[in-house]
């Protein structure tokens, strides 16, 4: 009865989600039909100890305060400052700054296929400090895309490689390497620097190499001539701030980094000190370019505006996945799952990409990473101990995977958003991130190999 409800459920999300129906409401819901069934079925209890308040009906509504008051204490507030910073940074035009400065030198690459290489290393650069798959390849089409069309590259090899702008959510400022950090019980900046760091500059010079042989390929196959779309260039934004601008970006992760185990500091910089040490120090840049205190003041509402966004759409997604992870957990659902891939026979390694290729689809599925990793990243502890491996080695690999299968969705926003600004179809944007994703997912499960 348990595993038959929980499948019913769970192919009720799938459902709901790919008809796009407001993601945190189905989540939340299909939690509480959760929780409802495994109170009704007498299973364990849904709180225990201080935490349940005596009856388990009333702790199905409980398991959201308190998951809700824990996640927005800690790492809630962390996703928030980040999407703060962010806000403001896009507000004071800090991300122009640094696109201006670091896309300066490929103005002087005369091959478009080389040039297509670099520009995408220049979009992993900024990806670290602009967070935001939507935002960085909106500001990719305003700053490197015309530039990319003068040269003589073609409008859907400029959208393959703008398409692949966060193929890999990385830093300490991601909302997925967030949670994966604090999953595995680490610091986001240990997490970057010593997990994803080697993976991500590793696949990053391979995928850079794919582009140029996969978009000339495509070119030739559909007949590309150069300088096809010269008339779509469009002039550089002439209100882009003082280049000085470019350094306030990334602050936080000088800070994040600097103060932190790696270095081993004996100061400690958390993520969200960094942020609002970063934001003063940005609306001093403000004070001395205006002049006006006033303004420079008002502005702060624009870091408030970023957090309480990110709070409507990041961390009630968390909060939601992690109760509807409660229920199967309740109910279950991930006892039997666990003990079920056991005895299929597979291997570790199989499992792991059993689960990669998973939350994978979901991602494809949802057009969202966060929406597939904050659905199961709650599960990935109890899975890990059943399989008797760390936890990092299934977080990694599933939290890399996630952004493979969102960047090759045709309803991914980001993809939506830059074939709507080209006006090409997203199918047509996705034929050029497909193949790089492929090679992407086969360096990740390599990966997977060598570290078990």
Known sequence: MAISIAIVVVAWVVYMIIKKFYPQAVLLTAGMVLLFAACLLGHTPIMEGKQSC???????????????????????????????????????????????????????????????????????????????????????????????????????????????????DVGPGSGNAILAANICGLEPSVYFVNHQLPIFFITTLIIGITHFFVQKWWDKKEGFCGHEYLTEITEQDENCPPLVYAVLPIIPMILILGFSPIFYSKIKMDVVTAMFLSTFISMVFEYVRSKDFRSVLKSLQYLYDGMGKSFATVVSLIVAGEVFAAGLTKIGAVDILTSSVQNLGFGIHSLIILFCIVIAGCAFLMGSGNAAFFSFAALAPKIAAVMHIDVITLVLPMQIMTSFGRVVSPITAAIVAIAGVADVSPVQVVKRTAIPMAVAALINVVFIFINL
């Open 54 to 168: 005596g009856s388990d009906f009333f702790d199905i509504f409980n398991t959201i305060s308190v998951l809700l008051s824990s996640r927005v204490a800690g790492l809630g507030l962390t996703i928030m400052s980040i999407a703060g910073f962010a806000k403001y940074m896009e507000h004071i035009g800090a991300s122009k700054s640094l696109f201006t400065l670091v896309a300066l030198p490929i103005k002087h690459i005369k091959s478009p296929y080389i040039l297509l290489v670099f520009s995408f290393f220049i979009s992993q650069f900024l990806v670290v400090f602009i967070p935001s798959h939507a935002g960085l390849g909106l500001l990719l089409m305003v700053m490197l895309y015309p530039i990319l069309i003068r040269s003589g590259v073609s409008k859907l090899s400029a959208l393959g490689v703008i398409g692949c702008a966060q193929y890999m």
